[in-house]
């Protein structure tokens, strides 16, 4: 996924030379608290916060010139970058948006954390059985029952518990991402279980070959 697939193409921009006063009612009506600041060629200069409005009104200045965050102090990310790299510079430097340019330095839409955090909420909301359908495709020649079959082991090791083939296909029929990821303890130990599944899978099929 590329960061143009999940940013904001629906956003407002200023130039350095308009007013503040005019820029405040701008986000205002538009519900921004940030902005790009652009020159006459749409490509970003600056970027300002309501913050950053804020004070600029208080302290009497005049235009965004005089309050923006030039555009070699600013995150940024390009459309092409993975969209991953969005969330992680918008984490780690704790933002609330990001803006998003071109090869041309051109300003093309921007990440907001709300993107983010709708994209992130409609992963979580795949059903595990389409991991799973995803895991048969892959390991050519692999059944849904043998999958299954694979699971309830590895399941039964994990919590020390006898569960039957059936029970586990059932237990994820309508379970989602989300809910197996609180379920098993974190992302990290759901795929170490999926990559556990998948070994233990090949090793069934390995022993039966044998014999």
């Known amino acids: ?49 309501s913050l950053d409005v804020t004070r600029g009104l208080r302290e009497n200045l005049k235009t965004v010139s005089d309050i923006m965050h030039p555009k070699d102090d600013i995150v940024h990310v390009h459309e092409n970058d993975p969209a991953r790299l969005a969330v992680l510079e918008t984490s780690h430097h704790k933002l609330v948006s990001i803006p998003v340019i071109d090869d041309n330095d051109v300003v093309m839409g921007v990440v907001r954390s709300f993107d983010i ?4 909420s409609q992963l979580y909301e795949i059903k595990v059985s ?27 090791r994990r919590i ?7 029970e586990y296909e059932k237990n994820i029929k ?3 991402f989300g809910e197996a990821i609180w379920a098993t303890g974190g992302l990290e130990k759901f795929f170490v ?13 390995v022993a039966r070959a044998r014999n």
């Open 1 to 49: 996924m590329k960061v143009k697939e999940i940013m904001d193409k629906e956003f407002i921009d200023v130039s350095p030379d308009q007013g503040l006063i005019e820029v405040s009612i701008k986000m205002e009506k538009h519900k921004k608290f940030t902005t790009p600041v652009v020159d006459s060629e749409n490509h970003l200069v600056g970027w300002i916060t």
């Open 117 to 120: 955090v709708e994209t992130l």
């Open 130 to 156: 389409k991991i799973f359908e995803a895991m048969e495709q892959e390991l050519k020649g692999v059944s849904w029952d043998e999958l299954m079959e694979a699971s309830a082991i590895v399941t039964r």
């Open 160 to 166: 020390g518990k006898r569960i039957k083939p059936q």
């Open 174 to 176: 309508d379970a989602t």
């Open 193 to 205: 279980g999926l990559i556990a599944i998948g070994e233990m899978v090949i090793a069934r099929k």
